[in-house]
């Protein structure tokens, strides 16, 4: 039995037989092949086991009253504890800890929908309910609402939330933490709290008014280790009549600016009020032309005049974006016309239809649909990216995503894509920038950079090279991460530095606070106990 | 000189003293006449000299650095600081502290618009702006943007963001604290934190990515205690192509039911995306009309039917909503034109079109504008209600707001009229529920209901007991206060009691450790620094 560091042996052996009392001895792992399946299956430490963060054991509660019992345990034995949903944050550390010879605290039994209102579009959920869980759930009452869903649905709402995840319908629901309302938390010594209008005994608005009253404290409890959401509410999105998407396509280099622009007032205006789908397909024409892959590596004037004239030449557009509306079916019409008369300014322009959706669907259409996430409808298909194929003889062992945050504008797409090649190359590596930004929030565009995890060791410590270099270029440009893989939480915060570190030390004055014993997950997001931190 | 609670004469002397270098003598207020300007203009102790909270005096800084200057100060010295923006927190505590003898810290000079993006269509302001500025700025710079304004338009959109306020035009915008994005925050010991992609230096989103890394802080700033925000981001809404209104007309008691389950899908499926005005023409009828006020007055199913045959006879709705829309004008007419599709199913629903608007407006159009706060206009014609006039010859000394949050259901509506109306009765009172649920709030409902101040201290009392008593009465029926005046802060937290008050106890762990010293705000929103702390 692997014993967390700070802990004696003997110390560990009470615990744990007080874990067993309080959920089940079989609900405590501490079997090494048991703790094993904990471990990061998209680890940047593959074939380094000494460098590997892993559990030390892990426990399974069933309910918030043995969640609490495990908290008062571990508060009082001093173990740390790794709160994890479903577990299954791939890209961002997955299942394993943060602070290697951690307790995970598996919080998958907790799977309850514990109340899904039709009438006023919301849901009440624990912890390890997945979004195929929630989707069935809905389904088989015959509800007409949808979730939002992140690409593999076998996340969890909670777990993805508090990670400041998203997805792909309409605002607000596809901010996921921004469409939570009320949160039952568990400290670390094991009090209860329930937020906003949970907090009042019989409130009849837990799950429809975020604020309560007082301090407006949910968000502490995201992206952090200040405590173990239970429960959670997250408003729904009442099935719309229809949806339609729209591709506008421009054929110059700087037609991107005007584009993003257009993209950017509809979105603030709400006339499309979702996210899109920006493209080149000029880049993916170069997969068939060297001529063309050569001159997308150039950033001179010149290069950009040939390629416009390539574009022109074979007609493929430089840029598109797809445009997503959702609503009944005259009013996404009149909001496609709209778009189009906005961007008809743009010279050379031009349109063509998506796919076109009035629901509910059947089967068949939904097996037709070009992504089901746009719908609300979770899968698992976002893995096949990865996957052996014909195109891809070597599948890769996972990989780690680099997730800056840019400006919604045509001018930072250009730069980024500049300045974050130039960092690929000064680090020896092949470009390989995803050159489409994803209108992932509200009002900015986030990078993200998949990069592979090998079976090679050399090459997955190369990799984390190149991952620190990128985050403190893209830092230096003023973008900065907003999520990240748990290898480099520290690296990342590191660079929000404003005041000598104001906004870190003041994350460490709330953590000493609510969990003095720093239980709960050390390290994460760059926060760690009074103990184990660095001077 | 007023000497605040718990500091020596000469101990505030030297503060005193030192405050004048920090800020210039002329902007440090001890004399009692200037110190007298910052009573609540609407208080209600009104007449009892010995019951008013007042200031002990005011300090009015110019920047960040002096207030952070002033904080080290009052930090040193234990002096209890209450910040305010512009003071005009009416009907909820103005410019008053929430713990007598406190030191005002005035921020009116912090008054500067620092950022305007017509672009990316945000704002960075100090807490000294109002609303009014805002607009003038914009206006004067030819930017095709709204502000989204409450009530009067004095008030500062930080000040308003922060006690949780809501305007009229469309979400997310009309949710003020919910527009923010990014704040700079000057905590108890002077050190300056920016939150959110601010953190960053040089960030390139601090105005447009809301999350940064790691918990999000911001809540813990609003209805609180734990700092002195010095900035704060704004997202604007990019100014319309054109504003319709749409009023639904039903006759019977119970159409109220299926009238709010329509608006609040329209809401929330983001077809109508602003709030509502709902009514009731018959009660309006009542003015005129006794035995009509005589049978409104009874909550029998007799009475229900005699109600529903005279608004069938009078030809008058019972109830009514208006609906606003607003992007092009095509879209919009559209979504009316769904809207009616769907009220269409209740039997007799008639329709009738509002204003009507195309953008920007001349002038003369805006003075035939039904409310200015529907077009992002500041104003200050809520003033209206409460002064002097040909119909009500006795106008008030100001109001105190009851405001408790209701679900967004048509029986809500009823429950909460008749509970209300029993308790003012069992109180002595003549029932004066206001019947028109303000949709402030995406999915719920707030009921106002202004208490009057007078010029006689007995009745003020007993308003105050009244006012305790419906904050009793609603929290018995799962109903609570978003927001209240600071007179009854504590009776209001003491209604969230979940699990022995955990949510104030987590409120009072953040307090302890964000201003150890306790000298921000005692008393705000019911949480008091250690000292002062009932056990």
Redesign the interface.
Known sequence: MRVPPGVSAKDFAAAVKKFEAAVGKKWVFTDEDDVKLYRDAYSPFLGEEDEEIVAAAAVAPDSTEQVQAVMRIANEYKIPIYPISTGRNLGYGGSAPAYSGSVVLDLKRMNRVLEVSE????ALVEPGVSYFDLYRYIQDKGYKLWIDCPDPGWGSPIGNALD?GAGYT???YRDH??AH?GMEVV?ANG?????G?????????WQ?????????????????N?GVVTKMGF?L??E?EAYREGVVNVFNHDDIIPLV?GM??LM????M?SSTLLNSPLRFAAARDQELAALLLRTDDEAKKQLNAKAAEMKVPFWSSMLKF???E??I???W??AKERFSKIPGVSFSEGQSWRFPLTKEQIAKARDENDLGIPSLSIFSIGARSALNPNPTHGHLWFSP?????GE?IIESQRVLAQAFKDMGQQPTVNVFPQSY????FVILVGFPITEDPEKNKKTRDVFRHMVKVA??????????HTAFMDD??A?????DH??????E??K???DPNGIISAGR???WPKHLRKT
């Open positions: 009438r006023n579009a919301y400041h309409v605002t607000p933490f921004d309302c400290l009090d209860v709290v329930r937020t209008m949970g907090a009042l005994p019989g409130a009849k608005t429809q008014f975020k604020y309560g009253f007082g301090p407006f404290v949910d968000g502490i409890f995201s992206q952090s200040f408003w999105y009442p719309p622009d950017a007032y603030n205006a709400g006339i009020n959702y609503g009944p005259k009013v019409a009149a909001q016309e709209h945050v840019i400006p919604m504008t930072a929030h509200a009002r900015t830092a230096d440009h003023g973008w900065a991460e907003y999520r990240t990342c915060m660079a929000y530095s404003f005041n104001a906004l870190l030390r003041l994350h004055t709330l000493d606070a609510i997001y760059g926060i």
